[in-house]
Every structure is written in structure tokens, then in C-alpha cells.
């Protein structure tokens, strides 16, 4: 029936897509959402006292945690280009947020210039929403309003890559082997009602991992003949890694995060994964960030946060001489190595912070010189 057409619906069904979109939504989703206030001199306290601060953290709604919701605005974001929360407030007091489907919901530009969110209803009804109303996530845009969706920008790919596993299956079904030709004697003609019959039994008998290597009884005169692999068909493995790099690509995801291990090696896994921190997760950290200042926060100034201090750990070893450098120049205080290493805090002697004091600028060894020469003309 020719080549699939792909949709956001059907994209997660091709393994590379759904392991794609897992890795970035799982990705962005486990780092801790915080909420910050900042005061008059830029330092920042966790806004625990804020009602939006457990609705970020803990409990969006009745039927969620913030990582389950987190998790599926993010898939679905990547899969139609946009994610829709309906913000249920109390006065002005975020309550509670519950995700709509992109599939059912056209954002429509009225004359005033205002955006108003029209949703289909499971029942068929529709309800329209106020911007005021909707925390909305999207994708890079064009038109600034609709989101793009990767499924559908690379639908072919996608449709490529579907193929390649439709012919694995069909292949390992038929027991990883090649087609048979089953031949007579010469001189020997086959009725082709008895051809027929033959091929039919032999497939019956033989198709099938779990019927390979079945011992074949053949009527006299009939012999059977292997095909050899073609040259497509030796190429199929390199075909289906380069189908998950072109749609890694699209995702922005470094291929050994899907198993793709080609060119990774031990050394540079952990440089390539503070790159997916840097390039692939961090744009979206910062979309879902900048939509929440913009949709649920009135205050100017609280600021939500992710936290990634484990992605850029490391190994222990750079974590312990990064660590011993900041507390010796007094850029870190015990304290926070601790809560940056997820400990917590010993009491306010904790806080103090230290630095070496064998160092000086050259100005000051000048005049420490002209002072010694001093006190020993003294003496003298």
C-alpha cells in the first residue's frame, strides 16, 4: 500500500522517535522545578511560601505529580509543535494546571489583535479560552503563534525509518533468511496447479523464525535453491543507522543517548552528555521557564528555575578539586558544596567562607620591602 503517512499521532509507533522524545522529556522533567524570589541586591530564596511554588514543585493538579506533567507537556510539545494547560486561579492565585490536547485545541488571532484558545471537547463542545487562562508551551515558531512539529517537518524520515523496521520484521519473520526457489529435474515440466501446491506447502512448513532449520522433504526430482543477499539487502544495517541519526538530528539528540553508539567511547560519553545539557535540553529548560514567568507569574519578582546541578556534576574527581579550589578563594562556603552535593547544611559555622592569604599583588611586596628596610635602619 505504499509509504505510510506520518503523523504526530503515528510518529511515536518508529522506536527512534518514541526513544527521542523519551530521552528529552525524561530529561527535562526529573531536574527539580524551583521558584525563586529575588530581592533588592539579586540574591534569590526559594519561594517556598508561595502558592505557586507547589503547584511547580509538588502538586499541579488533583491527577499529577510535576514530573508526570512536566513529562507529557514536553512530549507532546515535540510531537505537535505545541503543549496547553488550562490555569484554574483563585483571584489571582495559580491554583491548579491541567493539560489539554494540542490535537483539539486552534489558537485564533481576533480583530483586536488579542490570541483567544478555541478547544474541542471530547463531547464535542467547544470552549474558548482566554490567554489569561492558558499556560501555553510551544516549539520554535514562524508565525510566532503555532509551534513547529518536528514529526511533521521531517515526515518522511520518519516514514523511511518505518519502512526499514516493516522490512526487519517481514525479514526476521520469515526466519533472517532469503528466498527459495525450488527447482525440477530438466526435461521435467510442473503443472502449475502442482507448482502452486508445492510453494504453498513449503511456506506452510518453512516461513517463520520458529520454523527454521525444519527438515525438508522434497518429491523426487525437486531440488531446492538458496537466493544469495542481495546488495540491498547487505546494506540494510548501515540504512537503518542512518535513519536514526537523521531523526536524532531532528530532535537534537546525540545518537548514544538512543543506543546508537557509533563513535562514542568512553572518554568523550561524558563530554557528549554535558553537550545534551548544553544544546538539547537546555532550550527547552528555558522555554518552559520564560512561558511560566509569561502565563502563571504576575510578580516581577519571582523567578521559576530548573535546578541541574547532578547533570553538570561529573566524575567525582573534577567534582572534589573544583570543590576544594571554590572554598579555598572563598567563592563557595562548606555549606554550599553540601547543597550543591545534596547534603545538608552543618549551622551557620557553614557559612563562613575562607581564603588563602600567601598570595599578594606586587604593590603591596614593594611596600612590605620599604617597611622591613625601615625597621632595620631603626635597629641600626
Not at 510539545?77 to 486561579?89: F, P, S
Not at 467547544?126 to 489569561?132: A, D, K, L, S
Not at 499556560?135 to 523511511?160: C, E
Given at each position: 500500500g505504499g509509504i505510510r503517512r506520518e503523523t504526530p499521532e503515528t510518529a511515536p509507533e518508529v522506536s527512534t522517535v518514541l526513544a527521542c522524545i523519551r530521552v528529552l522529556a525524561e530529561g527535562v522533567s526529573s531536574m527539580p522545578l524551583h521558584l525563586y524570589r529575588i530581592d533588592s541586591n539579586g540574591a534569590k530564596q526559594t519561594a517556598t511560601e508561595?502558592?505557586?511554588?507547589?503547584?511547580?514543585?509538588?502538586?499541579?493538579?488533583?491527577?499529577?505529580?510535576?514530573?508526570?506533567?512536566?513529562?507529557?507537556?514536553?512530549?507532546?510539545?515535540?510531537?505537535?509543535?505545541?503543549?496547553?494547560?488550562?490555569?484554574?486561579?483563585?483571584?489571582?492565585?495559580?491554583?491548579?494546571?491541567?493539560?489539554?490536547?494540542?490535537?483539539?485545541?486552534?489558537?485564533?488571532?481576533?480583530?483586536?489583535?488579542?490570541?483567544?484558545?478555541?478547544?474541542?471537547?471530547?463531547?464535542?463542545?467547544?470552549?474558548?479560552?482566554?490567554?489569561?487562562?492558558?499556560?501555553?508551551?510551544?516549539?520554535?515558531?514562524?508565525?510566532?503563534?503555532?509551534?513547529?512539529?518536528?514529526?511533521?517537518?521531517?515526515?518522511?524520515?520518519?516514514?523511511?525509518?518505518?519502512?526499514?523496521?516493516?522490512?526487519?520484521?517481514?525479514?526476521?519473520?520469515?526466519?533472517?533468511?532469503?528466498?527459495?526457489?525450488i527447482t525440477s529435474e530438466a526435461g521435467t515440466q510442473l503443472p502449475t496447479e502442482a507448482a502452486e501446491r508445492i510453494r504453498e506447502q513449503w511456506e506452510r512448513l518453512h516461513r517463520g523464525a520458529d520454523r527454521a532449520h525444519r527438515t525438508a522433504v522434497l518429491p523426487g526430482g525437486l531440488k531446492i535453491h538458496e537466493l544469495s543477499a542481495s546488495n540491498t539487502e547487505s546494506q540494510f544495517i548501515e540504512a537503518r543507522k542512518l535513519a536514526t541519526i537523521t531523526i536524532c538530528q531532528a530532535f537534537r539528540v546525540p545518537p548514544h543517548l538512543v543506543q546508537s553508539l557509533d563513535g562514542a567511547t568512553y572518554s568523550n560519553i561524558e563530554h557528549q552528555s554535558r553537550e545534551f545539557l548544553t544544546y538539547s535540553l537546555m532550550p527547552h529548560l528555558r522555554r518552559i521557564e520564560d512561558s511560566i514567568s509569561r502565563d502563571l507569574i504576575s510578580e516581577n519578582d519571582l523567578v521559576p528555575e530548573h535546578d541541574v546541578h547532578a547533570l553538570l556534576r561529573g566524575d567525582s574527581a573534577a567534582r572534589a578539586s573544583w570543590y576544594q579550589q571554590a572554598l579555598n578563594s572563598g567563592i563557595m562556603s562548606?555549606?554550599?558544596?553540601?547543597?550543591?552535593?545534596?547534603?545538608?547544611?552543618?549551622?551557620?559555622?557553614?557559612?563562613?567562607?575562607?581564603?588563602?592569604?600567601?598570595?599578594?599583588?606586587?604593590?603591596?611586596?614593594?611596600?612590605?620591602?620599604?617597611?622591613?628596610?625601615?625597621e632595620n635602619e631603626t635597629e641600626q
Open positions: 508561595h502558592p505557586l511554588y507547589k503547584v511547580l514543585r509538588h502538586r499541579p493538579n488533583n491527577e499529577q505529580t510535576s514530573l508526570e506533567l512536566r513529562e507529557q507537556l514536553v512530549m507532546l510539545y515535540l510531537l505537535y509543535g505545541d503543549a496547553y494547560c488550562e490555569i484554574k486561579r483563585n483571584g489571582n492565585t495559580v491554583e491548579s494546571i491541567h493539560p489539554l490536547h494540542p490535537s483539539r485545541m486552534v489558537v485564533e488571532r481576533i480583530a483586536d489583535g488579542s490570541l483567544r484558545y478555541v478547544y474541542r471537547e471530547p463531547t464535542g463542545r467547544q470552549t474558548i479560552y482566554q490567554p489569561n487562562n492558558i499556560w501555553h508551551l510551544r516549539m520554535p515558531s514562524l508565525d510566532g503563534v503555532n509551534g513547529l512539529s518536528v514529526p511533521t517537518m521531517v515526515k518522511d524520515a520518519i516514514a523511511h525509518a518505518r519502512s526499514l523496521e516493516t522490512y526487519a520484521l517481514s525479514y526476521f519473520a520469515n526466519g533472517a533468511k532469503p528466498g527459495c526457489v562548606i555549606n554550599e558544596v553540601r547543597q550543591a552535593e545534596g547534603m545538608n547544611p552543618i549551622g551557620e559555622e557553614g557559612d563562613e567562607r575562607f581564603m588563602q592569604v600567601n598570595m599578594t599583588t606586587l604593590k603591596k611586596l614593594a611596600a612590605g620591602s620599604v617597611e622591613a628596610e625601615t
